[in-house]
């Protein structure tokens, strides 16, 4: 299965900043999902990113507040705009291989 | 849209013992996953069920699908303090995106 780089892996920011998330995959893949993990929370798919094209969001997810790039096929990058303490979460990008393979995740803090 | 229904949320069990966690879902799909999350940790994959009647087993976990019923269970054997973890089930929908279910927290005491 794909292996998958996710970099930070930890953050704490300062409220009304911005984050960049970026994931490296080890190989080609069509499509990169992102989602959000609130504390003791499920996984929310945030979007669906497509190379090539404009990333597809989510009911509840706008382009404004989680802008994503994807430039090639093996890495895309999801900032979180104009942080607020709601955000606080773990943050996880996935690829679609054999099954869906999850990066190890950012944790991030807005104080 | 789709919903899948994990129960029971939480898991208290006792090491040695035996306990089923239930996975449901509300529309058609015969691609099921099974991961496993330790605190502070991304997401471990334990099973790929792809079909109905699959049944997967590894170690003191077996996973099976029912395709026809809607339903996944993840059976614990004798469980472990090892397997404290909270446990994921997640449907393929459409092969375009995963649906998660809402997690079980198990705790295996001594």
């Known amino acids: 299965s794909a292996v998958i780089s996710q970099k930070p892996s930890r953050d704490i920011c300062q409220r009304g900043t911005s984050l960049t998330i970026q994931c490296q995959v080890d190989s080609q893949v069509t499509m990169m999902f992102w989602y959000r993990q609130q504390p003791g929370q499920s996984l929310t798919l945030i979007a669906t990113?497509?190379?090539?094209?404009?990333?597809?969001?989510e009911s509840g997810f706008v382009i404004d507040k989680f802008p994503i790039s994807r430039p090639n096929l093996t890495f895309s990058t999801l900032t979180v705009s104009n942080m607020s303490p709601e955000d606080s979460s773990i943050y996880l990008c996935?690829?679609?291989?054999?099954?869906?393979?999850f990066g190890s995740g950012t944790r991030l803090t807005v104080v | 849209e789709l919903k899948v229904e994990q129960n029971p949320l939480f898991l208290s069990m006792q090491e040695g013992k035996n306990y089923t966690i239930y996975c449901n879902y509300s529309?058609?799909?015969?691609?099921l996953y099974w991961y496993r999350q330790d605190p502070g940790k991304s997401l471990e994959s334990l099973f790929v069920?792809?079909?109905?009647?699959a049944v997967k087993q590894e170690g003191r976990l077996m996973a099976s699908l029912d395709t026809k019923a809607r339903l996944s269970t993840l059976h614990i054997t004798a469980a472990v303090h090892d397997l404290s973890a909270t446990y994921f089930c997640a449907v393929d929908d459409s092969g375009s995106r995963l649906t998660f279910g809402e997690g079980t927290q198990l705790t295996v005491n001594p």
């Open positions: 529309t058609t799909s015969d691609r």
């Open positions: 069920l792809l079909s109905n009647g």
């Open positions: 996935s690829v679609r291989d054999y099954g869906y393979t």
């Open positions: 990113a497509n190379q090539g094209s404009e990333a597809t969001y």
